[in-house]
């Protein structure tokens, strides 16, 4: 008589049925694998021992970065001031005090990254472990967070902002492309960038594409107002931050073997870091020259042509003033070859209307410098 109760309840009540136990596997990394963020999939994890297991089979992971934080070490900060002060004295160029005050500028976001990548243990607004009265925040650096990824193929990481601090209205982009040392590097820059209220009426007013009409050549006010010295600024401190995110992936890097692309970006725009899977397995074979002076790559002797303009306006009535573009490939890649790729190649480094910008400017005279490993 409880036999039959008991089936008749199943009956009238029957268990619910959970529609993801239908869903094969792979269908299921297939939605993971869209879903890329790390922090959504940590909670994926959590829902149920199957999604548990799945989990770490993703192949397509994001990395948002929430915060980067420096360590305000004063014994540090004091031994780097009497460096400085030596080498003031021992160098008193212009140009060398020039780079002397924008480095020491850019050596705490650079250490900041650094501890990013390879924190030691800090308390910050993040993860709470809470024990009764007592709460231990915990922060978790990309490279620990993706130790619980068996089989990552496509890696993105994203930093909250830029290294490279610029004036507002300044437009400052690079991206970068790194083997075991750099591949290449193509540098945008203006000294302001503002909307053409009068758009439709360059033609009348004697330009052409957009472009002041001039003979293609720099002004000679470029070399006596500061514009030669700032691209240069421009462009060592892109080569510096670029080379400084290369050498800080090397763990992420060793550790993951399935990684076909890594791509590390800011959420600002500034800067693009990407390794392809040539790339990648180039680094594990044949380990980077890291520089004796900071924790970064060492940037080999490049030669670079540049190309500007002091009146650059976009179809979309962007304007960009003093517009320079940098195309940047070590000095031992063949000439032959870089001219015949440097079109497609620098047109694609940056998304629109800055590949437009790209494409403009490459039409326009080319100068080419060398610059020496450093």
Known sequence: MASIGADLCRKIHPEPVDDFDRLPDSLILLIFNRIGDVKALGRCCVVSRRFHSLVPQVDNVVVRVDCVISDDDPSSNSSSSSSNSAAGDKSRHPISSLFRTFFSGLFKPLQSLSQLINPSARRLPGDFDCQGEQCIVTHHSPTQVLKNFNEIKLLRIELPTGE??????????????????????????????????????????????????????????????????????????????????????????????TLASLVLTDADGQGVLSMNKEQLEELRVKPLSASSASKRTLVPALNM??????????????????????????????????????????????????????????????????????
């Open 164 to 257: 490279l601090g610029i004036d507002e209205g300044v437009l400052l982009k690079w991206k970068a492309e790194f083997g075991s040392t750099l591949d290449s590097c193509v540098i945008l820059g203006a000294s302001s960038v503002v909307q053409n209220a009068n758009r439709g009426c360059n033609t009348a007013n004697g330009s052409d594409n957009g472009v002041e009409n001039d003979n293609g050549s720099i002004p000679e006010s470029f070399y006596t107002n500061g514009g030669l010295k700032l691209r240069v600024v421009w462009t060592i401190s892109s080569l510096i931050a670029a080379s400084a995110r290369h050498y800080l992936l090397q763990p992420i890097i060793a550790e993951h073997k």
């Open 305 to 374: 042509r540049l190309w500007y303009a002091p009146h650059l306006e976009l179809p979309n009535g962007l304007v960009l003033k003093g517009a320079t573009l940098v195309a940047i490939r070590p000095s031992e890649q063949p000439k032959k070859e870089v001219a015949c790729l440097e079109a497609n190649w620098v047109a694609s480094a940056f998304e629109e209307p800055f590949g437009t910008a790209a494409r403009m400017l490459v039409k326009r005279r080319t100068y080419c410098l060398e610059m020496n490993s450093f």
